[in-house]
């Protein structure tokens, strides 16, 4: 590359226009990021909720009533995030069972799930069937056969691979050929399958184009030809559509001249759309949805790791990190990039720092395809800085490969308004499994005495967080603390949730994690309580949480998992004895 070809960093100016700095540091939920993974460690996700609420809150006001957000679960399934996007008021589009439980365990109600994917297994349709959902997405006529033979009723719509001029976006969805879906011009082949159907409720259509789309009038055309082909479609059924599912699609920038999606100009489009749906009576009443999920999590999240090394081979830097590919499969350019391009990269700790220098960014891994970016413009660097990848909080921990190689997987941190309100990571949520609990592991009592602002920094609701998706998925016993030394027992709440919880103590009740965290949430303090959770898996306990006195938190677990991460969370963490039960 020539001196005057010099690259030019786009990372900062995506920092300053995604989130805060002060002074050198970039700020993510109202902490400084560095701040933040000295607590956590590298490399991690975080992700600032008030971030996706805005998102979702702009797409809300640019939509003007015409369609229903259904957030798409692929893009980022941690339960807190599904969860927070449901408190917005979104339902939830899945494409596996797994998904479908996660949506379910955050609370999300099971009318408001939508299920698409080529390759639905019986077993899949079963369970969602059984459990309840708004709709399957039928995109084979063999998918037809798996439902009738479960035997009970369900709404459906078909999914449709418009013709390629309705095709849109960086990474399109259909075509020519594709798996996804039945081809628009056999559509009046497909209806008949339906015919003899005596448990699916055919009540709409699923046109989904193209994804990662930036140009407004591009979407507005696309969304135009789904609602002309589900009036079409109403015609040829001699009935009304219920639903229309116009698909997501929408789009962030992550390269230097990409510009961000025009939500004014979508929202300028707004009243010819619904005056198309007028023009036709049997889609005229249809309840519309589209379905976004990088575009509501991608600009919230990023990924941070340290720099392990920093070094020069024949005429080229190479910054090497202590994560990669492994971590952030898409940065690397090897999930759906055809010509690879550097993600927006910054020295979070350095953001005033001049970006002069440039180098090859690569991950701890034994393979060339580990490059998260190439000749990228930095400032100057050490072992032990850090650098950020922004646009990450969609399609990154768990749409790559964290197994590759057996390196650790990264931690994802969810952050509110100054509060960590979450650590977990891709492989401590795959399958909602309590992975490292067995019969021989010794419990061990942690006592937590971390005070912040003079008071004890820990509290039930981020502990239960801390310990997501396995604490949502436990059943929980809410009791008394009893001391061993004596017959005396305490149990005392502050706030909204006292009266419920000091009456499930008394009879130590029995609930569900996602019953718990509400009411965790709903309390200002528990001074005394002890909440214990039952492991699914064997018959034992597998934490115990103890308030004490406001003095201490103490928890006790066998689960060698929770151990490292109460250690790693909280600063001052104590093995001891317990003296109470």
């Known amino acids: 590359m020539a001196p005057t070809d010099k690259p030019q960093s786009h990372g900062p100016a995506f920092a300053a226009a995604l989130f805060g700095i002060s002074e050198n540091d970039l700020m993510i939920g109202g902490l400084p990021v560095r ?63 797994g998904e479908y439980r996660a949506a379910i365990k955050a609370g999300v109600a099971p009318e408001k799930i939508i299920f698409a994917g080529p390759g639905k ?82 009540i709409g259509v699923h046109i989904y184009g193209g994804t990662q789309i930036l140009d407004a009038d591009m979407l507005v055309s696309q969304w135009r030809h789904g609602i ?57 009443d249809a309840h519309i949805i589209v379905e976004p999920g990088r575009f509501l999590a991608g600009p919230a999240g990023i990924y941070v790791a340290e720099v392990n090394s920093v070094k020069n081979s024949r005429g080229t830097t190479f910054v090497v ?25 910054v020295a979070p700790a350095m953001m005033q720092a001049d970006y002069e220098e440039t180098a090859t960014i690569v991950g701890p891994l034994c393979t060339p395809l580990d490059t998260l970016a190439r000749n990228a413009a930095l400032p100057k660097l050490k072992a032990g800085d ?77 502990l239960l967080h801390l310990l997501a998706p396995a604490s949502q998925t436990a059943t929980w016993v809410v009791s008394t603390v009893k001391s061993l030394q004596s017959a005396d027992e305490w149990f005392e709440v502050v706030g909204e949730s006292r009266d419920d919880l000091e009456m499930l103590a008394q009879k130590d009740a029995r609930i569900s994690g996602a019953v718990l965290a509400d009411l965790a949430k709903k309390a200002k303090q528990v001074i005394w309580g002890q909440f214990t959770a039952l492991s699914p898996a064997l018959d034992q306990e597998w934490v115990t949480i103890r308030a004490i006195d406001s003095s201490f938190y103490e928890v006790t677990t066998p689960d060698a998992n929770v151990q490292d991460k109460i250690k790693s969370f909280f600063r001052d963490v104590r093995p001891t004895d317990s003296q109470y039960r």
Request: charged share 20%; with cysteine.
């Open 35 to 97: 701040d933040i993974v000295a607590g956590t460690g590298t490399p991690c996700f975080l992700y600032d909720a008030s971030a996706m609420r805005r998102a979702y809150r702009n797409l809300e006001t640019a939509l003007s009533g015409f369609a229903d957000i259904y957030y798409s679960v692929k893009a980022n399934p941690l339960p807190a995030i599904i969860s927070l996007f449901r408190q917005e008021g979104a339902g939830a589009e899945i494409a596996s069972v």
């Open 121 to 202: 297994s019986k077993a899949e349709l079963r369970e969602v069937i059984e459990g309840g959902i708004g709709e399957i997405h039928i995109e084979s006529a063999e998918e037809i056969g798996r439902i009738e033979a479960i035997g009970k009723p369900v709404k459906a719509s078909i999914r449709i691979n418009p013709v390629p001029d309705a095709q849109a976006g960086a990474m399109r969805m259909g075509g020519k050929a594709t798996a996804f879906g039945f081809d628009e011009e056999e559509l009046e082949n497909v209806l008949p399958l339906f015919k003899d159907a005596r448990h699916i409720d055919l």
């Open 228 to 284: 002309s082909l589900a009036a079409r479609m109403a015609e040829m059924l001699g009935k009304p559509l219920e639903t229309i599912d116009l698909g997501g699609g929408l789009g962030i920038p992550y390269f230097a001249g990409e510009t961000p999606l025009d939500l004014e100009k979508v929202s300028a489009a707004i009243p010819d759309l619904k005056a198309l749906l007028k023009a036709h009576p049997l889609v005229a």
């Open 321 to 345: 990190m202590d994560g990669g590919m492994h971590h952030h499969l898409a940065a690397s350019g090897n999930l759906g990039q055809i010509v690879k391009r550097n993600y927006p990269i």
């Open 386 to 462: 850090l650098l950020a990848i922004l646009q990450s909080g969609a399609y990154g921990a768990t749409a790559s490969p964290s197994g590759f190689l057996s390196h650790p997987a990264a931690k994802e941190v969810l952050i509110e308004d100054g509060d960590i309100a979450i650590v977990t990571s891709a492989r401590d949520r795959a399958g909602d499994n309590i992975a490292t609990l067995t019969s021989e592991n010794p419990h061990q009592t942690l006592r937590i005495y971390d005070i912040r602002e003079g008071v004890i920094a820990a509290d039930l609701y981020d």
